[in-house]
């Protein structure tokens, strides 16, 4: 439960402090970097592999999970 509360108050307030310890100039200057690279490619960024390892990972962990908790007979 400590995990889900960290994640949900901490995270959150560590990126709000990152955002406004930078330099404004950098921060418009990423910004338009980011803007012209979504213009040219048209797409936000994908990967198929990532996804594919995301899947198996929890499939994993399910499966992992069926035989640790599952008495066996």
Known sequence: MLGYVD???LLPGLI???I???PPDVLAD???QAEA???SAASKPRSRMGAVLIVAVWVSA???AW???VPRA
């Open 67 to 69: 035989f640790w908790f």
């Open 20 to 22: 406004k310890l930078l």
């Open 30 to 32: 990423r910004r338009r």
């Open 7 to 9: 994640d949900v108050l």
């Open 16 to 18: 709000y402090l990152a």
């Open 37 to 39: 690279w979504m213009e």
């Open 62 to 64: 399910g499966v992992a």
